[in-house]
Nanobody, 123 residues
Framework: QLQAFGGGLVQAGGSLRLSCVAS????????MGWFRQAPGKEREFVVA????????YYAESVKGRFTISRGNGKIAVYLQMNSLKPEDTAVYYC??????????????????WGQGTQVTVSS
């Protein structure tokens, strides 16, 4: 029901825009988030957005470089990634909750997960 697109190979300092595409249902009233997982590491929180889009919360490691925004139609949420660093290399996943009025930073707080997209940043 969710799938992330937009990953790829980029040089350090470059940018990518990820999209999270919904199918089968709408997630327009769902709090959403992005997580990532690098090889050999646990899945980590990147950023979350409230259902209204009015509240966001970023991991310190991406603050000031990444921007989350809600989409329209089939695009549930975007992740604009600027000033990419090699340590941003990971598989990126979007996630959604059934409901809630806040932003959520823990993976177990989410009900739906998309297939990830690989982001590789070369030095």
């Amino acid at each position: 029901q969710l799938q992330a697109f937009g990953g790829g190979l980029v040089q350090a300092g470059g940018s990518l825009r990820l999209s999270c595409v919904a199918s089968g249902r709408t997630f327009s009233t769902s709090p959403m988030g992005w997580f990532r997982q690098a090889p050999g590491k646990e899945r980590e929180f990147v950023v979350a957005i409230s259902w209204s889009g009015g509240n966001t919360y970023y991991a310190e490691s991406v603050k000031g470089r990444f921007t989350i925004s809600r989409g329209n139609g089939k695009i549930a949420v975007y992740l604009q990634m600027n000033s990419l660093k090699p340590e941003d290399t990971a598989v990126y996943y979007c996630a959604a909750r059934n409901s809630g009025n806040h932003v959520y930073t823990r993976h177990y707080e989410y009900d739906y997960w998309g297939q990830g997209t690989q982001v590789t940043v070369s030095s």
